[in-house]
């Protein structure tokens, strides 16, 4: 199987902690990974508000450059991954967008005639390579951990759209953590918004949604959390300290992981090669646990 | 409109200081004479509130009437993430205030900035329109109209326009104090659009027709 790999702007400008590991462990799990050579922005974050039909070609020229290369993308951004089901849903029902984007693309040279799609490297993990496959490349299972699995908003939704996991029930993530060994329950805030999305406009309100979010899990009883979303991530390892002032609470501090590093660990590759190093949370003693299986 | 501009450059009407943008004028009234914001952006806005207006009249002949179902699926118990801030926000008063004609008071609110667009409200919606996509609608008529469209928003949309990404790869930091690139690390080079003038070019000729979608 082979993708192209779309890590998008947020994880190539900076988690590259999310980057490193999935370049490390999909090689070792038969996923051969091309460059998508030109890509840009999906414009999700900003262009979607301020110019829809602007948005609308940042994801289009994305999905004629793999097109070009008779890829799928393999996003690693739930964001991302919502952009490119959207416009080639829109672009494949609505005529008129089609032609207006379609006459766009040809001033950078591109065409998209609906030929490929983007998967989430969730997909892939669970439903392309599959749990078996993942379970035999284990070496150092996570015994004795239980471990909050946070899917993400639009891994599940929207539900008119076919998105990564279940509307009603995802539970791809979850599946996959205890593929390593580890416990992942579920607990009543699992589908609740991180908050990241508004994180540059109305900061605030933002860590006040992952702070909750992230005292409950603590409540719980969780030893760590895990996500596969870069936005996600980047709140909730990297804000913990904020959290902390916010509530007056120093208790909001848990080891955040990406499932890609937790899968390397597991699988034996080294903690640097996992970026691991740059995880903000306190993710160390966790690590020790995982390397003395 | 003619009582903001001067030979000098744009004055404000209650007090003549002077400013090089609008938006700087803007933030002034916003922040000097706060009573006077609402008379200042409808004179300012003049013509703009046509589009206002409009946006209003479809949204509300598009989502029909609003009814007990809508107002007990929408309520508090969709997990909106609104509702953890302002307490008593409840998504289908979105619904509400558009059908009571308050779509500029929601130009104001910092609720449609609020919202995380999670869809939550959007999966027990019973109706075709919901909460997330009225705010949606009313963010983007916000941003055309220049009525207002966050910093941070239009920071990201220049680098695009420029680089083509949010943001270029950056330095960050390790937990025991070092500095770290994607070069250190070992990753390749970042991806980027090769030919920014025609990128640039095809971006240029879609904001001709983003009045129409």
């Known amino acids: ?293 | 409109m003619s009582r903001f501009f001067t030979q000098e450059g744009l004055k404000c009407p209650y007090c003549d200081e002077k400013f090089p943008t609008h938006r700087a004028l803007r933030v002034h009234v916003g922040a000097k004479h706060r009573e006077k914001t609402d008379d200042f952006m409808d004179e300012y806005f003049g013509g703009r509130w046509i589009e206002a207006d409009f946006v209003a009249l479809m949204l509300q002949s598009a989502m029909g009437e609003i009814t007990e179902e809508y107002i007990q699926r929408c309520g508090n118990d969709v997990g909106c993430p609104i509702t953890k801030i302002h307490e008593d926000f409840a998504p289908y008063q979105i619904a509400v205030k558009v059908k009571q004609d308050e779509v500029k008071e929601l130009l104001r609110s910092d609720i449609i900035w609020t919202c995380t667009s999670c869809l939550a409200c959007d999966e027990k919606c019973p109706v075709e329109m919901s909460p997330h996509e009225i705010i949606t609608i009313i963010k983007n008529l916000s941003a055309r109209i220049g009525y207002h469209f966050p910093r941070e928003y239009s920071e990201l949309d220049k680098n695009v326009l420029k680089t083509g990404v949010i943001q270029t790869p950056k330095t960050v930091p390790t937990r025991t104090g070092g500095q770290m690139t994607r070069e250190n690390l070992g990753l390749p080079a970042a991806q980027a659009p090769r030919d920014m003038t025609k990128f640039s070019q095809a971006l240029a000729k879609l904001s001709e027709t983003r009045v129409l979608l």
């Open chain 1, 1 to 293: 199987m082979r993708y192209a790999l779309y890590p998008g702007c947020t994880v190539q400008s900076e988690q590259y902690e999310y980057e490193m590991s999935v370049r490390e462990v999909l090689p070792k799990l038969g996923i051969q990974l091309a460059e998508l050579d030109g890509a840009g922005c999906c414009g999700y974050l900003s262009y979607r508000v301020s110019s829809p039909i602007g948005w609308k070609y940042l994801t289009a020229r994305n999905l004629a450059l793999a097109e070009a290369l008779s890829l799928d993308i393999l996003t690693l951004c739930n964001n991302c991954h919502l952009s490119f089901s959207r416009v080639a849903n829109d672009m494949e029902k609505d005529d008129e967008l089609r032609k207006t984007l379609s006459e766009a693309l040809t001033i950078e040279g591109l065409e998209y005639n609906g030929r490929t799609r983007a998967l989430h490297i969730l997909e892939v993990l669970h439903d392309q390579i599959g749990r078996a496959k993942i379970a035999e490349k284990i070496e150092k299972p996570l015994k004795g951990l239980n471990l909050a699995a946070h899917p993400g908003c639009y891994l599940f939704r929207p539900t008119d759209l076919k998105r990564p996991d279940n509307g009603k029930e995802p539970k791809k993530l979850d599946e996959l953590i205890r593929t390593l060994g580890a416990e992942s329950s579920d607990y009543p805030e699992k589908l609740e918004c991180c908050g990241s999305t508004i994180s540059r406009v109305q900061e605030k309100a933002s860590l006040l949604m992952a702070g909750s979010k992230l005292k409950a899990i603590k409540e719980h009883g969780f030893d760590g959390l895990v996500t596969i979303c870069p936005h996600c991530f980047r709140i909730f390892d990297g804000r913990q300290l904020e959290m902390q002032n916010l509530f007056s609470d120093d208790s909001i501090e848990l080891p955040v992981f990406y499932y890609t590093q937790l899968l390397g660990l597991s699988m034996g590759i080294p903690p640097e090669k996992l970026g691991l190093e740059l995880n903000n949370s306190p993710v160390e003693g966790l690590i020790e646990r995982v390397l003395k299986n």
